[in-house]
């Protein structure tokens, strides 16, 4: 019998041209409703070997039945299959190290498929990922470069199953311009980026010199993610799990940004009560029928549909901006003194209140678990409070950058003195110095 060709199936791979023995078939003049360029048969050179449909990837492009229906209508019925929780039972806490805690976390956000290139201090991750993964139909692929790591997510995440990657800084680097690509295409992946002291290839030290790509420079045009900034192992676990659910939420990526320390420091960490059986979104493209017409792009070529969906864009920053705001507050109700950190540096700054305190001096921390957005609205009760801020961080001015964004675009007119405590190079603030700094300052009044 020989084939009909369904050219609204078709994808244009092109291997029934190659396979047909009869050169029966060639491709046709016109792009399908999928937006790719069919084949076309020729009936009158066809022997019906069957032969093509064979060599066919797709089920309903070559076959010995013309499919009639209206294609337009059906391939618009793409049904969401919702994402489902399952109970966990309670377990007693892990002794583990951040990286391991954050590739549980994904392993139990229902991440299936892990894409990297190793690099340390974030290379642990990878390596567990690459031990279970095998074991529980996942797929662990070790990709040529950080470039084809972004690239692979973005292929992965377009067919709508939750993927990730390890990365640091340098390899953070590589991947701007498929991060670019992934926003532009509104893909969802996580990236947990353990940074390391730089600029260049820099040391496997611990630093927070990636909040500025981060937060304001993920590659060209008007890009944001979801940052998230965990400051223990069990943050580790709890907010990977996070930026696998809002990256769907949002169809936004997300980034975990770490730091050296925080990704080999062992700590207890308990799991969670439940873990997730991803779903399928209605707009992936799974190859199947039923999602035939979905397209996964970021190129608009008309100025006015790239303005469109620029705007639509802003409308889901915005959206982020209002409901996904996330900070600690220790010690703030009667603090005079505020200071401000993420990540390790929030820890030992932690310390330092402590001793601080014990000597009188009323402070308190203001830690921001997302860095974008920047939690303003409840910074913004605090400033008007406090003698003076202090930011914490092992950056030159990062996240205090970030802090006097938000406080600027929050139209705050009056802030107080702000200083800082910073260190760089895989150096981090240390209790003593935070302490003393504010020692010094009380003392010379
Ligand atoms: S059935 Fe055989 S001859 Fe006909 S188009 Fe397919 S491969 Fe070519
Ligand atoms: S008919 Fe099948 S094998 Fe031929 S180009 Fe289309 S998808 Fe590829």
Not at 202 to 229: F, M, W, Y
Request: proline fraction near 7%; aromatic fraction near 8%.
């Amino acid at each position: 019998m020989k084939p009909f060709l369904n050219p609204a199936y078709c994808k244009g791979c092109g291997r029934c041209v190659v396979a047909c023995p009869k050169g029966a078939l060639g491709f046709a003049q016109e792009v399908n409703v999928a937006g790719y360029i069919p084949v076309s048969i020729d009936h009158d050179k066809c022997v019906g070997c069957g032969v093509c449909s064979m060599s066919c990837p797709e089920p309903y492009a070559l076959s010995v039945l013309e499919i009639e229906e209206d294609v337009e209508d059906e391939l618009s019925e793409a049904q969401e299959i919702a994402p489902v929780k399952l109970s966990m039972p309670e377990t007693e806490p892990l002794m583990i190290k951040g990286t391991y805690a954050a590739a549980m976390g994904a392993l139990l956000a229902g991440c299936r498929h892990f894409f990297g290139y190793p690099i340390t201090p974030s290379t642990e991750g990878a390596e567990l990922m690459a031990k279970v993964l095998p074991h529980i139909g996942g797929v662990f692929h070790q990709a040529v470069s950080e470039v084809a790591t972004i690239n692979h997510m973005y292929g992965c995440g377009g067919a709508g199953q939750p993927c990730m990657t390890f990365t640091s800084s340098p390899g953070f680097s590589l991947m701007l311009e498929g991060i670019s690509y992934m926003i532009g295409a509104r893909v969802p992946g996580v990236i947990v980026n353990v940074m390391r002291g730089g600029p260049g290839l820099g040391n496997i030290g611990p630093e927070q010199g990636d909040i500025k790509l981060a937060c304001r420079g993920l590659g060209h045009g008007n890009t944001h993610s979801i940052v998230l900034a965990p400051a223990d192992p069990q943050e580790m676990m709890d907010l990977t799990m996070l930026a696998f659910e809002l990256t769907f939420k949002y169809r936004l990526l997300s980034i975990v940004l770490g730091d050296g320390y925080l990704g080999q420091v062992s700590s207890q960490v308990k799991l969670p009560e439940y873990m997730i059986q991803p779903g399928v979104p209605s707009w992936a493209t799974t190859g199947d029928r039923e999602h035939r017409k979905n397209l996964i792009t970021s190129i608009q070529l008309s100025e006015a549909d790239l303005e469109k969906f620029n705007i639509e864009l802003n409308g889901v920053y915005t959206q982020i901006n209002e409901r996904e705001q996330r900070a600690d507050l220790y010690q703030t109700e009667d603090c005079d003194i505020l200071f401000v950190a993420a990540n390790t540096p929030a820890r030992m700054t932690k310390g330092a209140i402590k001793k601080l305190r014990s000597k009188g001096i009323k402070a308190g921390l203001f830690r921001p678990i997302t860095l974008w957005p920047f939690p303003i609205d409840s910074l913004k009760s605090l400033v008007s409070k406090v003698k003076y801020i202090v930011v914490v961080e092992a950056s030159a001015g990062q996240l205090e950058d970030e802090m006097r964004l938000a406080l600027s675009y929050a139209n705050i007119e009056k802030w107080p003195p702000i200083y800082h405590v910073q260190h760089f190079g895989g150096v981090l603030p240390q209790s003593e110095e935070i302490e003393k700094f504010v020692l010094d300052r009380e003392q010379a009044k």
